[in-house]
């Protein structure tokens, strides 16, 4: 499940004019103060877009911000964490990541009905791609993506008004 945002040029370059102002160190902690207002209302608002009951899959959904170095920009991780295992009531344990997945992107079941021809172990392969119903399918992360994206640059005006403040 990859998706990414970028900001436009237009508001890009009217960014890089206002920063320009300011040191250095300065402007990191304004792009960084900026970048982190945006990650926390993305966020809440994927959660809200989580349909099914699932506190820990809320949880789940987690941001990271890093600052390459010598200037060459920042990078921003809005989605489920992957690298978090979940034991069930029943005792099994399975990746946060796939449980998303699978809600997100959907699955698809076996068709009813339809047969394989295979009578041993090989019984499901005859059956792949056949058109089973989808399962889930909803894009809990893909809606908010669309939304997402024109609201970064006014996270880091606000920053920067914020900035001028102090």
Do not use: C
Not at 51 to 62: A, F, G, K, L
Not at 154 to 161: D, E, G, L, P, R
């Amino acid at each position: 499940m990859k998706v990414s945002w970028q900001i436009d040029k237009k508001s890009l370059t009217e960014l890089n004019k206002y920063l320009r102002l300011f040191e250095t160190k300065m402007q990191k902690k304004i792009v960084r103060k900026g970048i982190r207002d945006w990650a926390k209302e993305t966020t809440g608002r994927i959660k809200g877009n989580v349909s099914w009951d699932d506190p820990q899959m809320r949880r789940s959904i987690v941001t990271k911000v890093k600052t390459f170095r010598k200037n060459r920009g920042f990078w921003v991780g809005v989605g489920v964490e992957g690298s978090k295992k979940i034991t069930n009531d029943a005792g099994d344990t399975y990746w946060i990541a796939t449980r998303a997945r699978w809600y997100h992107d959907g699955w698809t079941a076996y068709p009813k009905g339809k047969k394989s021809g295979r009578k041993t172990r090989g019984w499901r392969a005859g059956l792949r791609g056949q058109g089973g119903t989808k399962v889930y399918n909803t894009q809990f992360v893909e809606k908010e993506r669309q939304a997402a994206t024109s609201r970064l640059p006014q996270h880091i005006f606000n920053a920067i008004a914020e900035a001028v403040k102090e």
